[in-house]
């Protein structure tokens, strides 16, 4: 597997319907949520890590492509 790069490396979100919440959350020693962004069905997010961001949580149907392949919660 591809070692990730933090500068170079995007997720891909797209929303399988409404309402999707791509929910990003803190680095360090609190994990807090700190941006929640609402994407309608056929809608596409590219987000990165970065060095305010270490985790994203995904609340709803979508497809999800990061370097560890592609996912969907459906
Ligand atoms: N200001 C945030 C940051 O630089 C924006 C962000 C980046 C973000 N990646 C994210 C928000 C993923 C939600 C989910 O870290």
């Known amino acids: ?9 995007y997720i891909v979100i797209k929303a399988l319907e409404d309402g999707v919440n791509v929910i990003g959350l803190t680095r360090g020693t609190d994990t807090k949520f700190h941006h929640t962004e609402k994407l309608d069905k056929d809608e596409i997010m590219i987000a990165q890590f970065t060095e305010h961001t ?13 370097n560890n392949g592609e996912m969907s919660n459906e």
């Open 54 to 66: 270490s985790a994203v949580k995904i609340r709803g149907k979508a497809v999800i492509q990061t």
């Open 1 to 9: 597997m591809k070692e990730p790069n933090f500068k170079t490396d």
